[in-house]
């Protein structure tokens, strides 16, 4: 499993994002228009991508890609 | 047995995103993009979800006005029920001018409801308690949502639909699944306005800037838990269905979901694998309608072509609740 896919994943959803923009210390929030909308977005996305359903809290802990990532590879092991 | 006609109607005041974008700041383009939603139909001011139900079988009556001696079983499905006592179904039953020797339950349910009135219609008519069901859905979210939430307002729309369901030598309605969790309730609830939270002074003094000052309540959702919820249960929900009727997935040709939010069935058909061509929405022009949704998307899908008779449709409910039920349908 690794990060970069996960940001790969991010940029592709977020159509408004172009490819390389986000890195893993990037705080997802600050991503340009981000709103309650994005992070069910994410939510889906991880959840389809890595069969892990992010609860309110894991999602309003983590502050950057890494941490996010973080918390899935904690949550497959 | 099978769903013999569907109706269906909406009030005739429309918001749409220009008048959103005027209130909130977001461009058109972004409101639509956020929500998947064009314009969504809201009541007017002396209509209550029964007047929208009541209309829906109206307009289904006037085309079928053979049926009216035959219904012998009204369900009304709604969140928004006329009085405590008696039943709205029975003063609809009235309105309507059902014959006598006809039975009638209300059904306060939300979003799974479609879903669980159908269960009700078909245990009716197998048991021989009824021969003709006529079953209407009614909601009015835009009564409880605050002016400036604008998710829910974006979101959410009013309507009213009508269906009769009976036994015939075609078609099928077959086995249902359910499925309940109370502790979810919080997270999408109008609490004021009912037993427990009665609306008081204060409540009409906070919003008595509101369009009817809230009197009906105030609808709060945590949409982040609702989606957590949705992409948990769903997806097991259609493995279920799909086992209880001894199918396999190929052999559903369309998949009816409660028509919940763009991005819930987006993440849905992709979780459950679901191809695009099998799988119908309308939600664009109406939103969430609620009870109604299913239904009125089912009248879509066969105006469309994509529902013809002898099809297999799967059909999903799931919302406040937390409450979730789906069967398949051989149209």
Not at chain 2, 122 to 140: G, P, Q, R, S, Y
Not at chain 2, 222 to 238: C, T, Y
Request: charged share 25%; aromatic share 10%.
């Amino acid at each position: 499993m690794e990060i970069n896919d996960l940001i790969k994943y991010i940029e592709s959803e977020f159509d408004e994002l172009p490819r390389g923009t986000l890195q893993p210390e990037t705080s997802f929030r600050e991503i340009e228009g981000w709103s309650s909308m994005h992070a069910l977005l994410l939510i889906a996305l991880v959840d389809n991508h890595y069969d892990v359903l992010l609860t309110g809290e894991e999602l309003k802990n983590a502050v950057t890609i890494r941490d996010l990532f973080l918390i899935i590879v904690n949550r497959k092991s | 047995m099978e769903i013999s006609h569907i109706e269906y109607y909406l009030p005739e005041n429309k918001l749409t995103n220009r008048e959103l974008s005027s209130q909130f700041g977001k461009s058109e383009y972004d409101i639509f993009k956020m929500t998947g939603v064009k314009t969504r139909r809201i009541r007017s001011e002396s209509q209550i979800g029964s007047d929208l139900g009541f209309l829906a079988a109206e307009r289904l009556l006037q085309n079928q006005p053979d049926l009216k001696e035959k219904i012998d079983l009204l369900l009304f499905c709604t969140e928004g029920l006329d009085y405590k006592a008696p039943t709205t179904s029975s003063t609809l039953h009235y309105r309507l001018g059902l014959k006598e020797d006809c039975a009638c339950m209300d059904m306060p349910m939300g979003c799974a409801g479609f879903v669980y009135g159908l269960s009700a219609a078909k245990a009716a008519l197998i048991c021989e308690n009824a021969t003709c069901v006529l079953f209407i859905t009614a909601d009015i979210p835009s009564s409880v949502i605050h002016s400036r939430d604008f998710e829910l307002r974006a979101i959410f729309g009013d309507a009213g639909a009508a269906v009769v369901v009976e036994n015939s030598s075609s078609g099928k309605i077959g086995r249902f699944c359910f499925g309940t969790d109370g502790s979810g309730a919080e997270n999408l609830i109008v609490r004021q306005g009912s037993t427990r939270q009665q609306i008081d002074e204060t409540w009409l003094k906070k919003f008595k800037a509101e369009p009817g000052k809230l009197s009906f309540g105030r609808m709060e959702m945590n949409g982040l838990e609702i989606a957590r919820f949705s992409l948990q249960k769903v997806p097991v929900l259609v493995k279920n269905v799909l086992q209880k009727n001894g199918l396999a997935f190929q052999d559903i040709d369309l998949f009816i979901l409660h028509q919940a939010s763009d991005f819930i069935l987006t993440a849905l058909r992709r979780k459950c694998k679901i191809p695009e061509n099998k799988f119908y929405t309308y939600f664009s022009e109406i939103g969430n309608t609620v009870s109604c949704s299913i239904p009125i998307a089912m009248y879509h899908a066969v105006k469309e072509g994509k529902l013809k008779k002898g099809n297999k449709v799967m059909i999903l409910g799931f919302g406040v609740g937390y409450s979730w039920a789906g069967t398949v349908i051989e149209y």
